[in-house]
């Protein structure tokens, strides 16, 4: 079949192995040397797309501009909802699940969940990652690094790696104790320098299509899979910086990874036609994935934008310059937020915001996300179920142009 992306296919290249802590089958002890695969240097590619696939690009791209344009310069709500949608949906590929008020308690430190705590680390993740390349700024290891470190702090197993490249070598697939009957083993540790930099340098260039940018710096991070965890989500927070840094977006982020999770062993599949040598398919994934995710986070615009009169109606129409009026003005920003919050928020009296706080929840707009009696954590009902919501229409919307992936 002609590769519709060309490159360089990655070598396999045959290392010695020997286990650095004992464990497993006699097959795994026994184990002295992995294939490994080297991905090429793409400092320099120059990937030629075709006419059609072209198309496709602009007018995804437009669509990602557009919703950016029109949407994030007035709506905090918006991008906040965004973010959170796509480290929720990254998170879900790597098979961490958790409701979407679990996630909401977490965003407030909440622990009870781990699942959920992880999915709050891979929104400050992505946060630190997107912020580092503002107005322009290159793409840097040192802020990849601490992106890794945001989403690993906290995890009891990997925060002694957290924002440093593996020392070690790694593996996708097969055993737990050695990389027998692997189904890829990356480059090994002492490599991995040399082709992050290699990857930056790529990353930084303005002579490429923003999105085939984008989804090549994707793949060849996952080729190199520098960490010892976390890859997956920090590669996918890539495609967004890259987005950012080229001036698509300048206050949205795409949720990409809602589309991609409902393929996800197609989307790993492009992944491997990558390192097969053919960009084509892991590119057309991003790309169908972004045009659907701008087009129906427009959906979720005007939705934010109809809310706030929705909750004036439903809570009778507080009095201009009341507690309840400041409390439903500081919902968009905030969609989760406790007592104390809303008293800084509206700098009302504890008991009017009280008030405040119950009018609101009487009227459906807000309900309450712990058993506390005290300290009680309010979510915005409206807000909570759009989150679910988008991820669930661009879901849809990603299986109904399967064949196009």
Same mark, same amino acid.
């Given at each position: 079949?002609?590769?519709?992306?060309?490159?360089?296919?990655?070598?396999?290249?045959?290392?010695?192995?020997?286990?650095?802590?004992?464990?497993?089958?006699?097959?795994?002890?026994?184990?002295?040397?992995?294939?490994?695969?080297?991905?090429?240097?793409?400092?320099?590619?120059?990937?030629?797309?075709?006419?059609?696939?072209?198309?496709?690009?602009?007018?995804?791209?437009?669509?990602?501009?557009?919703?950016?344009?029109?949407?994030?310069?007035?709506?905090?709500?918006?991008?906040?909802?965004?973010?959170?949608?796509?480290?929720?949906?990254?998170?879900?590929?790597?098979?961490?699940?958790?409701?979407?008020?679990?996630?909401?308690?977490?965003?407030?430190?909440?622990?009870?969940?781990?699942?959920?705590?992880?999915?709050?680390?891979?929104?400050?993740?992505?946060?630190?990652?997107? /912020?580092?390349?503002?107005?322009? $700024?290159?793409?840097?290891? &040192?802020? !990849?690094?601490?992106?890794? +470190?945001?989403?690993? *702090? %906290?995890?009891?197993?990997?925060?002694?790696?957290?924002?440093?490249?593996?020392?070690?070598?790694?593996?996708?697939?097969?055993?737990?104790?050695?990389?027998?009957?692997?189904?890829?083993?990356?480059?090994?540790?002492?490599?991995?320098?040399?082709?992050?930099?290699?990857?930056?340098?790529?990353?930084?260039?303005?002579?490429?299509?923003?999105?085939?940018?984008?989804?090549?710096?994707?793949?060849?991070?996952?080729?190199?899979?520098?960490?010892?965890?976390?890859?997956?989500?920090?590669?996918?927070?890539?495609?967004?910086?890259?987005?950012?840094?080229?001036?698509?977006?300048?206050?949205?982020?795409?949720?990409?990874?809602?589309?991609?999770?409902?393929?996800?062993?197609?989307?790993?599949?492009?992944?491997?036609?990558?390192?097969?040598?053919? /960009?084509?398919?892991?590119?057309? $994934?991003?790309?169908?994935? &972004?045009? !659907?995710?701008?087009?129906? +986070?427009?959906?979720? *615009? %005007?939705?934010?934008?109809?809310?706030?009169?929705?909750?004036?109606?439903?809570?009778?129409?507080?009095?201009?310059?009341?507690?309840?009026?400041?409390?439903?003005?500081?919902?968009?920003?905030?969609?989760?937020?406790?007592?104390?919050?809303?008293?800084?928020?509206?700098?009302?009296?504890?008991?009017?915001?009280?008030?405040?706080?119950?009018?609101?929840?009487?009227?459906?707009?807000?309900?309450?996300?712990?058993?506390?009696?005290?300290?009680?954590?309010?979510?915005?009902?409206?807000?909570?179920?759009?989150?679910?919501?988008?991820?669930?229409?661009?879901?849809?919307?990603?299986?109904?142009?399967?064949?196009?992936?």
């Amino acid at each position: 079949m002609a590769k519709s992306i060309p490159l360089a296919p990655h070598r396999s290249v045959v290392v010695p192995w020997e286990q650095s802590v004992r464990g497993g089958t006699a097959d795994d002890r026994r184990l002295n040397e992995v294939t490994v695969r080297l991905p090429p240097h793409i400092a320099s590619l120059d990937p030629a797309t075709s006419a059609q696939l072209t198309s496709r690009l602009e007018t995804a791209l437009r669509e990602v501009a557009n919703l950016d344009h029109t949407h994030g310069a007035r709506l905090d709500a918006l991008s906040a909802l965004l973010l959170r949608n796509e480290s929720v949906a990254s998170s879900k590929i790597e098979h961490v699940e958790a409701s979407i008020d679990d996630f909401a308690r977490a965003t407030h430190g909440i622990r009870a969940n781990e699942s959920a705590m992880s999915m709050v680390a891979s929104t400050h993740a992505l946060e630190h990652l997107i /912020a580092s390349v503002a107005g322009g $700024a290159d793409v840097t290891l &040192a802020n !990849i690094h601490r992106a890794h +470190s945001a989403l690993m *702090a %906290d995890d009891p197993y990997e925060k002694d790696y957290a924002g440093r490249f593996r020392d070690m070598q790694n593996w996708i697939g097969g055993s737990d104790y050695s990389p027998r009957g692997a189904l890829f083993v990356p480059p090994p540790p002492e490599t991995v320098d040399e082709y992050m930099n290699d990857l930056v340098r790529f990353a930084n260039r303005n002579d490429l299509s923003a999105l085939v940018q984008a989804a090549v710096v994707h793949a060849q991070f996952e080729s190199i899979h520098p960490y010892t965890d976390g890859n997956g989500r920090i590669g996918r927070a890539l495609v967004n910086t890259v987005l950012r840094r080229r001036g698509v977006t300048s206050r949205v982020v795409v949720p990409l990874a809602s589309a991609l999770v409902v393929h996800r062993e197609e989307y790993f599949d492009t992944l491997n036609a990558y390192r097969d040598g053919d /960009a084509g398919p892991v590119v057309e $994934a991003f790309t169908v994935a &972004a045009a !659907i995710a701008a087009e129906e +986070s427009r959906t979720t *615009a %005007d939705r934010i934008s109809a809310m706030p009169e929705e909750w004036a109606a439903a809570t009778g129409r507080p009095r201009r310059g009341s507690v309840a009026a400041a409390l439903l003005d500081a919902l968009p920003a905030h969609p989760v937020f406790s007592s104390e919050n809303a008293e800084e928020m509206t700098r009302g009296a504890m008991s009017t915001v009280h008030a405040a706080i119950s009018r609101l929840h009487d009227a459906g707009v807000i309900r309450p996300l712990t058993e506390r009696t005290r300290n009680q954590v309010w979510g915005t009902v409206a807000l909570l179920d759009e989150l679910g919501d988008l991820g669930l229409r661009i879901g849809t919307r990603a299986r109904a142009a399967r064949t196009q992936l």
